[in-house]
């Protein structure tokens, strides 16, 4: 156990839809990024917030959105859902923005199937 | 731009056989950050190893090695007598850090089947 939990564990839902998806980062750690994995494109980086900034972006949709509240957990909020963005998507955690580049602990996942 | 490539698609070995898996890296910076991690068919991805760039010593942990070079920008990774247990897919992974934006470019990953 990582001690970095996703909630929900599966979410099925239409196109076009909404969905919010729950981060809690482990104790301490200030750094949370989300990684999208399909079978098409691997493991991809989508963003990092820092102590409740966003830090870097990576391939993340315009229809994606995430926040880090004060509390250090994040939210990632997928919406305009459309089939190809059925994946598994990963929340993982470090001990914040240091001066180099720490481990991630990575969360269960969350499976999102958008039908 | 960074780039990890993992030319092994899949690999099988008997167990107590070594099995070793190949992770090449790009990156334009000096200093960087180099990580394997394990994803069981349970499906988390589990922190395996940090290695640094001007630490070029390879590591050994239990059954696990690792061989840093940077002559030819590999990482491999060596599991000396598999077992059952090591079955999964292994990601290598690289970070060029810079201004507290720490993400992960991994590979398309690697896996492993140990057959009894």
């Known amino acids: 156990d990582s001690g970095v939990t996703q909630t929900p564990k599966h979410l099925i839902t239409a196109t076009g839809q909404r969905v919010t998806l729950r981060c809690s980062p482990r104790s301490g750690d200030l750094s949370v990024y989300w990684y999208q994995q399909s079978l098409d494109q691997g493991l991809q980086f989508l963003i990092q917030y820092y102590n409740g900034e966003e830090r870097a972006k990576g391939n993340i949709l315009e229809r994606f959105s995430a926040q880090q509240f004060p509390d250090l957990h994040s939210e990632l909020n997928l919406s305009s859902l459309e089939l190809g963005d059925s994946a598994l998507y990963f929340c993982?955690?470090?001990?914040?923005?240091?001066?180099?580049?720490?481990?991630?602990?990575f969360g269960p996942g969350t499976r999102l199937t958008v039908t | 731009a960074q780039k990890v490539t993992q030319a092994q698609t899949e690999i099988s070995v008997v167990e107590k056989e070594d099995v070793t898996l190949d992770c090449v890296y790009e990156t334009r910076d000096t200093t960087y950050y180099l990580f394997w991690y394990k994803q069981p068919p349970s499906g988390e991805l589990v922190f395996l190893i940090r290695?640094?760039?001007?630490?070029?010593q390879n590591e050994i942990s239990g059954r696990y090695s690792w061989n840093f070079q940077k002559s030819t920008s590999s990482f491999n990774f060596t599991i000396t007598a598999s077992q059952v247990v090591d079955s999964a897919v292994y990601f290598c992974a690289l970070s060029e850090g810079g201004a507290g934006s720490y993400q992960l470019t991994f590979g398309k990953g690697t896996k492993l089947s140990v057959i009894p």
């Open positions: 290695r640094n760039s001007f630490d070029e």
């Open positions: 993982a955690s470090s001990i914040g923005a240091g001066e180099a580049p720490e481990e991630q602990y």
